[in-house]
């Protein structure tokens, strides 16, 4: 289950990636003086961005999460496997 997760993650992730590519090429590509594209394109990347980090501060912590549930379960079977073996 892990695993679909961490695909679903990385297409979305590929996906944005390719969307913001194509975003700033078609942006370049506008009719509008330099001054004006830098601008937009400043604009644009700090609207997507903002959402951008939350989103992945998000996934973070749900990693973190995971992590020491991880860390708990194994040393929780660490503990029965050495209370087996002391008898």
């Known amino acids: 289950m892990e695993d679909t997760q961490n695909e679903g993650s990385n297409r979305l992730a590929w996906f944005l990636t ?12 506008t009719p509008s003086s330099g001054r004006d594209t830098r601008q937009l394109i400043t604009d644009k990347s700090r609207d997507a961005l903002g959402d951008t980090g939350k989103n992945l501060i998000e996934a973070g912590r749900e990693m973190f999460d995971r992590g020491r549930q991880l860390v708990e379960d194994a040393a929780e079977l660490f503990e029965r496997g050495r209370k087996l073996v002391q008898g």
Do not use: E, F
């Not at 390719?18 to 590509?29: E, K, N």
């Open 18 to 29: 390719g969307a913001v590519i194509g975003v700033t090429i078609a942006i370049l590509y």
